[in-house]
């Protein structure tokens, strides 16, 4: 029987709510592939998903060994999720490393789907196996499916003269269409999107396509299962729908906010994970008037950006923290240029080099402080994916007003997880355009430093425009004239100045939301990507009927204006942070209240049932 698209469950199928599935195995095995396409396809079903990517930090780990095992966690479900669960309910292992490196994240009596053709002894050896585990009883607490994944794939590729080395390479397909099988998903998207995707190698696609319909009738015909499941669609509102990654999401606020704008995008930055994908995805969109350069480093990247906001463009470049750290002098010059520029920093784990695929929130000083001298910088942070969009365009609506770098936090498990989004209608976004100064603002004379009383933002004039010249660098300019001025007490002006500037934006922002009441016991605040997770162990607490109440920070640097009534409205306050207690240090220091810190900086986000266990700790001191 040959695979085919399910237009209602079948009768034996037994529904859930949800799962977590990870597909888990070397790094060549395709496993980022297989989940993005088992992802897209639960999107189209219907169910409300959140994904884990997890790539090795080694470039080109030994084949074979824990450092080189790539996974992808998907968590679908029938009702609105925030996280991509907290273990996995399935786990597919293509190899005995995959199998080790994941093992220590299942419950007891997890599903894991093992591919055995890979459990011979050269890579139980290289997996750092002393004895067989499908053999010795080591996974006897575990519900065990032993499938020669391998040797079927090569022979559903046979007859269509795929090499077996070159047969074998299909066999995250074989593996994609059992997992299609076991959750009743449609066929037809994957079948499409692998026809469209290796329309130019005949042999690729036809193995791929081979070894899917195998997987799946494998898990029709095979008596190994007794029924497969199926997840319902999520009743989520009304809308078009696209399943989007967080850098995608930020891709497309950065272009809604140039085009809204009225001004041409130029992007320069340097290749660095996670977040080369923005660079990527803004270099196929030419059509919106968006120009992209790789730069030669990240400091040139800055410099460009810079000098493109300067000649009346959108001026965007985007890194990492390593990135950060070397365009600090430019993000000063900025500051004094008091230009509008948008910095995305995707964080990911250090110091250095340190965790180059992993997660982490740890530049939030670096954000607020990490230039030298007195250089305030408004700094906001997305939340999911998604939000991804409406933080980008937020960050270059306030760059372009107040005429000043803005930086936006995101970080690699909210850059390459994905999930539904809910596309915007382009008709509601508002108008976010600035006019340049065509003439001059003090009688004859032009002053680049004469501010807008409501914003204290200085006017923008395009060089070339006919007496409006002026100069620009990083000398300290007087106020007014912009002319290099050393005197102590201009200084001094320039510096509080360039600062209420950045602290009257808080008036301009909206006020800190509480999903809660005044007076619960308790106030959990998140900020960045641990939203999801704190969302998720606060509902916990609350069915166990504990008064708890969610702040979520997008706002960081100006802070809401009502932050300080939210945080004394509440006995105790909960910050969970995936670094060693930024946040928490800033609260404690602006507001005077005992935060106390949920921290960890393991490269991975913080579990849900981490958030609600600290949560009853709390209430019970």
Same mark, same amino acid.
């Given at each position: 029987?040959?695979?085919?698209?399910? +237009?209602?469950?079948?009768?034996?199928?037994?529904?859930?709510?949800?799962?977590?599935?990870?597909?888990?195995?070397?790094?060549?095995?395709?496993?980022?592939?297989?989940?993005?396409?088992?992802?897209?396809?639960?999107?189209?079903?219907? @169910?409300?998903?959140?994904?884990?990517?997890?790539?090795?930090?080694?470039?080109?780990?030994?084949?074979?060994?824990?450092?080189?095992?790539?996974?992808?966690?998907?968590?679908?479900?029938?009702?609105?999720?925030?996280?991509?669960?907290?273990?996995?309910?399935?786990?597919?292992?293509?190899?005995? *490393?995959?199998?080790?490196?994941?093992?220590?994240?299942?419950?007891?009596?997890?599903?894991?789907?093992?591919?055995?053709?890979?459990?011979?002894?050269? @890579? &139980?050896?290289? *997996?750092?196996? +002393?004895?067989?585990?499908?053999?010795?009883?080591? #996974?006897?607490?575990?519900?065990?499916?032993?499938?020669?994944?391998?040797?079927?794939?090569?022979?559903?590729?046979?007859?269509?003269?795929?090499?077996?080395?070159?047969?074998?390479?299909?066999?995250?397909?074989?593996?994609?269409?059992?997992?299609?099988?076991?959750?009743?998903?449609?066929?037809?998207?994957?079948?499409?999107?692998?026809?469209?995707?290796? *329309?130019?190698?005949?042999?690729?696609?036809?193995?791929?396509?081979?070894?899917?319909?195998?997987?799946?009738?494998?898990?029709?015909?095979?008596?190994?299962?007794?029924?497969?499941?199926?997840?319902?669609?999520?009743?989520?509102?009304?809308?078009?729908?696209?399943?989007?990654?967080?850098?995608?999401?930020?891709?497309?606020?950065?272009?809604?906010?140039?085009?809204?704008?009225?001004?041409?995008?130029?992007?320069?930055?340097?290749?660095?994970?996670? =977040?080369?994908?923005?660079?990527?995805?803004?270099?196929?969109?030419?059509?919106?008037?968006?120009?992209?350069?790789?730069?030669?480093?990240?400091?040139?990247?800055?410099?460009?950006?810079?000098?493109?906001?300067?000649?009346?463009?959108?001026?965007?470049?985007?890194?990492?923290?390593?990135?950060?750290?070397?365009?600090?002098? *430019?993000?000063?010059?900025?500051?004094?240029?008091?230009?509008?520029?948008?910095?995305?920093?995707?964080?990911?784990?250090?110091?250095?080099?340190?965790?180059?695929?992993?997660?982490? %929130?740890?530049? &939030?000083?670096?954000?607020?402080?990490?230039?030298?001298?007195?250089?305030?910088?408004?700094?906001?942070?997305?939340?999911?994916?998604?939000?991804?969009?409406?933080? =980008?365009?937020? =960050?270059?609506?306030?760059?372009?007003?107040?005429?000043?770098? !803005?930086?936006? #936090?995101?970080?690699?498990?909210?850059?390459?997880?994905?999930?539904?989004?809910?596309?915007?209608?382009?008709?509601?976004?508002?108008?976010?355009?600035?006019?340049?100064?065509?003439?001059?603002?003090?009688?004859?004379?032009?002053?680049?430093?004469?501010?807008?009383?409501?914003?204290?933002?200085?006017?923008?004039?395009?060089?070339?425009?006919?007496?409006?010249?002026?100069?620009?660098?990083?000398?300290?300019?007087?106020?007014?004239?912009?002319?290099?001025?050393?005197?102590?007490?201009?200084?001094?002006?320039?510096?509080?100045?360039?600062?209420?500037?950045?602290?009257?934006?808080?008036?301009?922002?909206?006020?800190?939301?509480?999903?809660?009441?005044?007076?619960?016991?308790?106030?959990?605040?998140?900020?960045?990507?641990?939203?999801?997770?704190?969302? =998720?162990?606060?509902?916990?607490?609350?069915?166990?009927?504990?008064? !708890?109440?969610?702040?979520?920070? /997008?706002?960081? @640097?100006?802070?809401?204006?009502?932050?300080?009534? !939210? #945080?004394?409205?509440?006995?105790?306050?909960?910050?969970?942070?995936?670094? #060693?207690?930024?946040?928490?240090?800033?609260?404690?220091?602006?507001?005077?209240?005992?935060?106390?810190?949920?921290? %960890? !900086? /393991?490269?991975?986000?913080?579990?849900?049932?981490?958030?609600?266990?600290?949560?009853?700790?709390?209430?019970?001191?």
């Amino acid at each position: 029987m040959s695979a085919h698209t399910r +237009d209602a469950p079948p009768n034996d199928a037994e529904s859930l709510t949800r799962v977590v599935i990870r597909f888990a195995g070397d790094s060549g095995d395709g496993m980022q592939l297989t989940g993005d396409r088992f992802t897209d396809v639960s999107a189209i079903f219907g @169910n409300d998903l959140v994904t884990l990517p997890n790539y090795p930090a080694e470039i080109r780990a030994p084949a074979g060994t824990i450092a080189g095992v790539s996974s992808f966690q998907v968590h679908i479900s029938d009702h609105d999720i925030t996280t991509p669960g907290d273990v996995p309910n399935v786990l597919v292992a293509m190899n005995p *490393a995959a199998l080790k490196a994941n093992l220590g994240d299942l419950s007891s009596g997890a599903t894991i789907l093992v591919n055995t053709d890979a459990f011979v002894d050269r @890579n &139980l050896e290289k *997996a750092g196996y +002393d004895t067989n585990p499908l053999e010795d009883g080591s #996974l006897d607490a575990y519900t065990i499916f032993e499938i020669p994944m391998t040797s079927i794939t090569k022979k559903a590729c046979e007859p269509l003269g795929v090499k077996p080395r070159d047969a074998e390479r299909s066999k995250n397909y074989f593996a994609l269409g059992l997992i299609s099988w076991m959750y009743s998903r449609p066929t037809e998207p994957i079948v499409a999107w692998t026809e469209e995707k290796f *329309a130019k190698k005949e042999l690729v696609r036809d193995a791929n396509i081979a070894a899917f319909k195998a997987g799946y009738n494998f898990g029709e015909t095979a008596e190994l299962f007794d029924h497969p499941f199926e997840i319902s669609p999520a009743p989520l509102p009304a809308g078009h729908y696209r399943n989007v990654t967080g850098n995608i999401a930020t891709t497309y606020g950065l272009i809604a906010g140039s085009q809204q704008a009225r001004l041409p995008m130029v992007y320069a930055s340097y290749p660095i994970t996670p =977040a080369s994908d923005i660079l990527h995805e803004l270099s196929r969109h030419k059509n919106f008037g968006v120009r992209t350069m790789q730069a030669e480093d990240e400091i040139a990247a800055a410099g460009v950006a810079i000098g493109s906001s300067f000649a009346g463009q959108l001026g965007v470049t985007a890194t990492s923290g390593p990135g950060v750290d070397l365009k600090g002098e *430019a993000l000063g010059l900025a500051i004094s240029l008091e230009l509008p520029l948008v910095i995305v920093n995707v964080q990911r784990g250090g110091p250095s080099t340190g965790l180059p695929t992993k997660t982490e %929130q740890s530049d &939030l000083m670096l954000a607020m402080y990490g230039r030298h001298g007195e250089a305030p910088m408004p700094v906001l942070a997305a939340r999911s994916p998604s939000d991804c969009f409406d933080a =980008a365009f937020e =960050a270059v609506r306030i760059a372009l007003k107040y005429r000043t770098p !803005v930086m936006l #936090l995101t970080d690699g498990y909210l850059a390459n997880g994905s999930e539904p989004w809910l596309l915007p209608d382009v008709d509601t976004l508002p108008d976010i355009s600035v006019p340049f100064t065509t003439e001059p603002n003090d009688g004859d004379e032009f002053l680049p430093y004469l501010r807008d009383p409501e914003t204290l933002a200085r006017p923008w004039a395009v060089p070339g425009t006919p007496g409006l010249m002026h100069r620009i660098g990083g000398l300290e300019k007087e106020d007014g004239t912009g002319n290099v001025n050393y005197d102590p007490d201009n200084h001094d002006h320039m510096c509080r100045v360039r600062a209420a500037k950045v602290a009257g934006i808080a008036s301009d922002i909206p006020p800190l939301e509480v999903n809660g009441a005044d007076g619960d016991e308790l106030l959990v605040l998140s900020w960045g990507s641990t939203w999801g997770v704190v969302d =998720a162990g606060v509902r916990r607490a609350r069915t166990r009927g504990h008064n !708890v109440a969610h702040a979520h920070l /997008r706002y960081l @640097n100006p802070f809401p204006e009502n932050l300080g009534a !939210v #945080l004394s409205a509440h006995p105790k306050v909960l910050v969970p942070e995936m670094n #060693l207690g930024q946040l928490s240090k800033l609260v404690r220091a602006e507001f005077l209240v005992d935060a106390q810190s949920l921290t %960890q !900086v /393991r490269g991975v986000p913080f579990h849900a049932e981490e958030i609600e266990t600290t949560i009853l700790e709390m209430l019970d001191e």
